[in-house]
T-cell receptor, first 112, second 115 residues
Framework: EDKVVQSPLSLVVHEGDTVTLNCSYEVTNFRSLLWYKQEKKAPTFLFMLTSSGIEKKSGRLSSILDKKELFSILNITATQTGDSAIYLCAVAGGTSYGKLTFGQGTILTVHP | DAGVIQSPRHEVTEMGQEVTLRCKPISGHNSLFWYRQTMMRGLELLIYFNNNVPIDDSGMPEDRFSAKMPNASFSTLKIQPSEPRDSAVYFC?????????????FGEGSWLTVV
């Protein structure tokens, strides 16, 4: 059975801090790893990673995948209160990129 | 482009009643997914369709749950009879082609409460 484990489960920081969220996985026939941000509604897509060692970057957020060690990290620099959300890691395996197994999420709270 | 559209956004129903959740995927997307999110279990895939055909329904909890996709622009998830433990947020998601690495996009969810 595919498995995704995120850590920490929750994190409280102050604005301006840098955070690193972790995601480790076990999956049959790995296809991709995705990061989503969930506020009050639907998860919104952040990154999709398929290759090891290639950093994806979007503004203050960046992510990298290590397919040998089976993990990924999501970094957020200079955090803002608007970054407060649940960050979900998901892995696609098997025959479909859409059949995602989600981790339990990391609840990030950024205080002013 | 409109995103994935789900209805109803919120539903409160009594145990034993039938519940039907509806989804309109993004136009041009040929894969559709139903996920359920609870505090205890997080996000779980229930079923997914490719070109309107159910591909994997191994996540459907039991016979009370059924899903259909009669055409490329509409899908339903039905629970009959509903039970309090079915209370959750049900997300529909779609992607252009689930075999080639396209990202999936989520609707805003149907928040179901069974009392």
């Amino acid at each position: 059975e595919d498995k995704v484990v995120q850590s920490p489960l929750s994190l409280v920081v102050h604005e301006g801090d840098t955070v690193t969220l972790n995601c480790s996985y076990e999956v049959t026939n790995f296809r991709s790893l995705l990061w989503y941000k969930q506020e009050k509604k639907a998860p919104t897509f952040l990154f999709m990673l398929t290759s090891s060692g290639i950093e994806k970057k979007s503004g203050r957020l960046s992510s990298i995948l290590d397919k040998k060690e089976l993990f990924s990290i999501l970094n957020i620099t200079a955090t803002q209160t608007g970054d407060s959300a649940i960050y979900l890691c998901a892995v696609a395996g098997g025959t479909s990129y859409g059949k995602l197994t989600f981790g339990q999420g990391t609840i990030l709270t950024v205080h002013p | 482009d409109a995103g994935v559209i789900q209805s109803p956004r919120h539903e409160v129903t009594e145990m034993g009643q039938e519940v039907t959740l509806r989804c309109k995927p993004i136009s041009g997307h040929n894969s559709l997914f139903w996920y359920r999110q609870t505090m205890m279990r997080g996000l779980e895939l229930l079923i997914y369709f490719n070109n309107n055909v159910p591909i994997d329904d191994s996540g459907m909890p039991e016979d009370r749950f059924s899903a259909k996709m009669p055409n490329a622009s509409f899908s339903t998830l039905k629970i009959q009879p509903s039970e309090p433990r079915d209370s959750a947020v049900y997300f529909c998601a779609s992607s252009r082609d689930s075999s080639t690495g396209n990202t999936i996009y989520f609707g805003e969810g149907s928040w179901l409460t069974v009392v």
